[in-house]
């Protein structure tokens, strides 16, 4: 069993509160005061809008920026901006931030986070940002850290049920699926003159020019799912659940206090108040959880999900063992097999894969294949397939995919006609091949292939953000309404 915390030198600072209260511009600006630094973000869209933030500040050469999708790496950074799952631990900096730390109780992604909070380091500062509902957690699993209470710069407070047609301006209006995003906007557009629309499945490029059509105030409403909960600042004073149930990738359940916080904590920037409340279907917030949301008092995490870092490649059935390994402490609680470990023992019943991966890098080489998320959201024997082909391709003679595989895939995606859906559909499927290139060895031209994938994502991109202004913006209304 590997170690369960590193000891550093270094102070380690736990930076916790609730929305707006400044915690990742602190972390930013500690981070920036240091010769070097890393930063682990929990969004690609957020990790693009810091990357662009300091670069702006320290130049392009200083920074890189490394998601599941993007790697822009200059010669010798000082600086490196990544999403949490793509923090390169090897890297030697003086000041390490991890942000919204309490998903380290999420049930899918909360052992990457855990993982950060053991294992990530910085030689002089680690500082980890997110919800006081962590703080006796982290107490428990981190000795010795420091904690900073974070108090929020505005009020928040809950205004009840309303109408669509009696929305205040500049309100987000929050639902949890595509399908009633799009719906909700129908309306929108029908009653108020349009909307903007912000889904976490939107390349950085689609969201932010939606963004921008709500910022410069062409629209005065934005129709959202919780991506607008992760620290993504907009200018929203009011926000309104047309929800409060989610589909959590296993069962659909109501929402949590603290989840509720979250997102009703994006009304009201720095020092403006802010409001939230229910429209639409949505049943009106009980006294107790009102109470909660506006006094910031929530049930703490009471455990964090864990995987053993420390994986046994020796042998498929070692392999196995070691990600089935139980904690090593109090206060984790081993994660339920995410897609990835699916992957893995659907893969690995195929007699060729089986008899390729027998251990060593053989077996190291097919995890890695396995870590390709499904962003296509397809069936789990069509992923397995998929990763199958990447994977025989990478153990044949040539031991790279094949140039004219990968154009037959891309190519065939490379079609900005057609409904928001099948544009949406083709993005998704781009990120597989956008993520493809990203890792090392596996093509023979890298570079070549990203800017390939790049420029069939921007394209799909710039046609799905066209569709969704025709679709939901009426821009005569709107004007009409403004004025």
């Avoid at 024997?381 to 153990?395: P, R």
């Avoid at 993005?427 to 093509?443: D, E």
């Amino acid at each position: 069993m590997g170690q369960t915390h590193i000891t550093t030198p270094g102070r380690v600072l736990a930076v916790l509160g609730p929305t707006n209260t400044g915690k990742t511009h602190y972390a930013i600006e500690r981070m920036m005061g240091y010769s070097s630094g890393m930063i682990g973000l929990p969004l690609r869209l957020l990790a693009r809008e810091v990357y662009d933030r300091i670069r702006g500040i320290k130049g392009d050469e200083a920074v890189a920026l490394i998601t599941g999708e993007e790697k822009i790496v200059p010669k010798t950074p000082n600086y490196w901006v990544t999403t949490v799952e793509s923090m390169p631990l090897d890297v030697s900096v003086e000041c390490v931030a991890v942000d919204e730390i309490q998903l380290a109780g999420d049930p899918d992604r909360g052992h990457i986070f855990t993982d950060r909070l053991l294992r990530a380091r910085g030689l002089s500062e680690t500082l980890f940002l997110g919800s006081d509902t962590m703080r006796p957690l982290i107490a428990k699993l981190v000795p010795g850290i420091q904690f900073l209470s974070r108090h929020r710069f505005s009020d928040l407070a809950y205004t009840g049920a309303r109408k669509l047609t009696r929305l205040p301006r500049r309100t987000a209006i929050v639902a949890f699926s595509a399908n009633s995003v799009y719906a909700i906007a129908e309306l929108v557009r029908r009653q108020r003159g349009g909307a903007a629309v912000v889904l976490g499945a939107l390349s950085p490029r689609t969201r932010n020019a939606q963004v921008q059509l709500y910022e410069s105030g062409e629209v005065d409403f934005m129709v959202a799912t919780d991506a607008i909960g992760m620290g993504l600042n907009m200018d929203i004073d009011h926000v309104a659940f047309a929800e409060t149930e989610k589909f959590d990738g296993t069962v659909r359940r109501p929402l949590r206090p603290a989840e509720l916080a979250q997102i009703a904590g994006r009304a009201g920037r720095h020092m403006n108040d802010g409001t939230f409340g229910v429209t639409g279907d949505a049943v009106p917030f009980d006294g107790e959880v009102v109470e909660a949301i506006e006094n910031h008092r929530f049930d703490p995490v009471r455990v964090a999900q864990w995987r053993n870092p420390d994986l046994d490649f020796t042998s498929l059935a070692h392999l196995n063992a070691s990600l089935e390994a139980l904690p090593p402490m109090r206060g984790l609680a081993r994660a339920r097999a995410a897609d990835d470990v699916a992957a893995l023992k659907l893969v690995t019943e195929l007699p060729l894969v089986k008899d390729a991966a027998t251990g060593g890098a053989a077996l190291k080489q097919l995890w890695e294949v396995c870590q390709i998320p499904d962003f296509r959201k397809v069936t789990i024997d069509e992923h397995a397939q998929l990763l199958t082909n990447i994977y025989l391709h990478l153990m044949s003679h040539e031991g790279v995919l094949p140039d004219d595989w990968m154009e037959g895939h891309i190519a065939r995606l490379d079609n900005p006609e057609g409904e928001i859906d099948m544009i949406a559909s083709r993005i998704a499927h781009v990120r597989t091949w956008t993520y493809v290139s990203n890792r090392s060895g596996w093509l023979n031209d890298p570079e070549h292939w990203r800017e390939r994938a790049r420029a069939v994502e921007d394209r799909l991109s710039d046609a799905l953000h066209e569709k969704l202004t025709q679709r939901f913006i009426d821009r005569r209304t709107s004007v009409l309404i403004r004025r």
